[in-house]
């Protein structure tokens, strides 16, 4: 995995987070501190995400 600066803020809600594209990935990104998500932090967003998209997981 690329080595890349991630997010150390001990609290980030749904809507301080930003999705950048890149490429063919999205990549969140926490607007207050600039920095992508960490995976523990994307994880706990996975859920908001398909709703923020209007996916639905069957
Ligand atoms: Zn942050």
Redesign the pocket.
């Known amino acids: 995995m690329q080595q890349r600066h991630m ?3 001990a609290k ?1 809600t749904f809507y ?1 987070v930003e999705f950048k594209l890149s490429g063919m990935k999205v990549i969140p990104t ?1 607007k ?4 992508g ?1 960490n995976d523990d932090q994307f994880n706990s967003f996975e859920k908001e995400l398909v709703k923020y998209w209007g996916f639905e997981q069957k």
């Open positions: 997010c150390k803020c980030v301080e926490h207050n501190c600039g920095e998500l």
